[in-house]
């Protein structure tokens, strides 16, 4: 089992800057690869952002390239994401997730996820 818990969301004005976190505990964080995905309203879980283990690989949505910056720190069992220029359709509830064996691909099915975190908001009013 892994725990997740999800912080930084807020309520953030067009242009804007948050930087939200994910702190892991359970098992050993430098061995499985991480993912935030997000959930507008009336909409599905959409995938943000992947980061393998050792942080040598990432992948972003086309939505977010350029804007957003998924990182890890192993040693605090902690991934984060960075998100600059936000836009109001960035609005959503951020997740994020553990995927324990990547594969090399698959990186944005949400179904190829093990564990959750409940979520944090993130508001982006224009």
């Known amino acids: 089992q892994v725990q997740l818990r999800e912080s930084g969301g807020g309520l953030v004005q067009a242009g804007g800057s948050l930087r939200l976190s994910c702190a892991a505990s359970g098992r050993t964080f430098s061995s499985y690869a991480m993912g935030w995905f997000r959930q507008g309203p009336e909409k599905e879980h959409d995938f943000v952002a992947f980061?393998?283990?050792?942080?040598?690989?990432?992948y972003y949505a086309d939505s977010v390239k350029g804007r957003f910056a998924i990182s890890r720190d192993n040693a605090k069992s902690t991934v984060y994401l960075q998100m600059d220029s936000l836009k109001p359709e960035d609005t959503a509830v951020y997740y994020c997730?553990?995927?324990?064996?990547?594969?090399?691909?698959?990186?944005?099915?949400?179904?190829?996820?093990?564990?959750w975190g409940q979520g944090t908001q993130v508001t982006v009013s224009s």
């Open positions: 997730a553990v995927m324990l064996y990547y594969t090399g691909r698959y990186y944005d099915d949400r179904a190829k996820y093990d564990f």
């Open positions: 980061i393998t283990s050792n942080g040598g690989i990432r």
